[in-house]
């Protein structure tokens, strides 16, 4: 297993991150003893890095792999989860006041049975709390111990860098990761999100890197996803996010490449991904040890640059404006005369 640091912090996590939201999952995840057989492998397989949240079967993914970290050392593994979600029907216990992080991170730190947690994100964004406070809350769970680094998810670029600016200026801790919905079928967040960790010096996580199973190439086109599977379950939600012929256009591609190379498409998705130095670490999931194992051949091995580029290009991504206007610009304003 290959490791990264988080962005430029001293923290180094491997490059695939082991993902819990199927822990727990009644409808398309695992059971807690699938769920420590899973994570056992993964350490085993040299992993250090674990991502969850409480949100997930309503802190029950937090409890299994609580549960499952139990026969392992606990110094040497990086356990990251977070806060934002509504947990309960009162009216504070959602969002990103001081009141609900101090809240949520003790009852975070119950379920996963430890006195730390390495990496504590924020699960989105709070439009009615000022980010002093939420900044401000997060700093004092790193003066106390509880928390060693925070970072964000599903935040814009804008924000990313209004909060360490925030940080900056009030002399608090920073952001150092941001995790965000990246994959060869949806690819946004190249437009601003991207450039903006990288100008930070924060690390990017990768969720749903493999669309929700739609890069597995699983999927026949014609046809709708099998009763049973992910996509059937959240069909609301994947379908007009996953579902279109470009999508398919893509899958046949990484067919391609993954017959030249003796894998298999899911495994040529997570590579495509890593080729990119600015992303850390990418999130899987699995309901079982055949799926984790699969996917941790990508852990050791590179994708080579022209498979990249052709996986790029098969669906050209429009970056759109202002990138339009600087590649119409930027060579005659700035090359030598």
């Given at each position: 297993m290959k490791y990264r640091n988080l962005g430029r912090s001293g923290l180094r996590v491997s490059r695939i991150c082991m993902g819990t939201m199927t822990y727990g999952m009644k409808d398309w995840g695992c059971d807690r003893d699938m769920s420590i057989a899973i994570t056992n492998r993964f350490i085993e397989a040299g992993g250090n890095f674990f991502d969850t949240a409480d949100m997930y079967s309503q802190g029950v993914s937090e409890q299994y792999l609580g549960h499952a970290l139990k026969n392992h050392d606990r110094d040497d593994l990086v356990v990251a989860t977070k806060c934002w979600f509504r947990m309960r029907p009162s009216a504070n216990a959602m969002g990103l006041s001081r009141k609900h992080i101090l809240e949520s991170i003790d009852a975070s730190l119950q379920r996963l049975g430890t006195d730390y947690i390495d990496l504590y994100q924020v699960h989105g964004p709070d439009p009615f709390t000022p980010m002093e406070e939420t900044l401000g809350a997060l700093n004092d769970l790193v003066r106390a111990g509880k928390v060693r680094y925070i970072g964000c998810s599903n935040y814009y670029a804008w924000q990313i860098v209004k909060s360490n600016a925030i940080s900056d200026q009030l002399g608090l801790a920073r952001l150092c990761s941001s995790q965000n919905l990246y994959n060869l079928i949806r690819r946004d967040i190249e437009r601003e999100i991207l450039p903006a960790c990288q100008d930070q010096g924060m690390g990017l996580l990768c969720w749903s890197p493999l669309a929700s199973?739609?890069?597995?190439?699983?999927?026949?086109?014609?046809?709708?996803p099998a009763e049973g599977t992910r996509i059937a379950h959240r069909?609301?939600?994947?379908?007009?996010?996953?579902?279109?012929?470009?999508?398919?256009?893509?899958?046949?591609?990484?067919k391609q490449i993954a017959n030249t190379h003796n894998l298999n498409p899911s495994q040529i998705a997570l590579a495509w991904l890593l080729h990119d130095p600015r992303v850390t670490s990418v999130i899987i999931g699995a309901r079982n040890i055949d799926q984790l194992s699969d996917n941790l051949v990508v852990g050791d091995w590179d994708l080579p640059p022209q498979d990249q580029r052709q996986l790029c290009d098969v669906i050209p991504f429009e970056h759109g404006y202002p990138r339009e206007w600087i590649d119409m610009t930027f060579e005659k304003n700035f090359n030598q005369p």
């Open positions: 199973g739609m890069l597995t190439g699983k999927y026949p086109r014609g046809k709708g069909a609301a939600i994947d379908m007009p996010r996953y579902w279109n012929e470009s999508t398919f256009q893509i899958i046949d591609l990484l």
